[in-house]
């Protein structure tokens, strides 16, 4: 059974940084691409970063293009998310997902996995 469980949100200051952690536990994490998404309340869920088996291809969204960062750590299972210059708009639950037979996609549909999510809060 495959699991991907998020960590690492809370609240911060505009301006601030995080760091988003997602465990994943079973076998497919070094053949799977690794993507983050974010829903904001009352929105709809939305891409924002996506990692490929590799981690040598990384693709952003424009809205954290130059603030978010996707790497992955193929020994601990586990993709990071760090977030810097965070700004009221980012407030949102994150969360990560896996894709097999991907090289990482903006499409929630490509996504096999998905994980409960981790609440983000940037207070102004």
């Known amino acids: 059974q495959v699991q991907l469980v998020e960590s690492g949100g809370g609240l911060v200051q505009a301006g601030g940084s995080l760091r988003l952690s997602c465990a994943v536990s079973?076998?497919?994490?070094?053949?799977?691409?690794m993507g983050w998404f974010r829903q904001a309340p009352g929105k709809e869920r939305e891409f924002v970063s996506t990692?490929?088996?590799?981690?040598?291809?990384?693709y952003y969204a424009g809205s954290v293009k130059g603030r978010f960062a996707i790497s992955r750590d193929d020994a601990k299972n586990t993709v990071y998310l760090k977030m810097n210059s965070l700004k009221p708009e980012d407030t949102a639950v994150y969360y990560c997902?896996?894709?097999?037979?991907?090289?990482?996609?903006?499409?929630?549909?490509?996504?096999?996995?998905w994980g409960q999510g981790t609440k983000v809060t940037v207070s102004s």
């Open positions: 990692i490929n088996w590799s981690g040598i291809s990384t």
């Open positions: 997902a896996a894709a097999g037979g991907s090289d990482g996609s903006s499409w929630f549909g490509e996504y096999d996995y």
């Open positions: 079973g076998r497919i994490f070094s053949s799977y691409a």
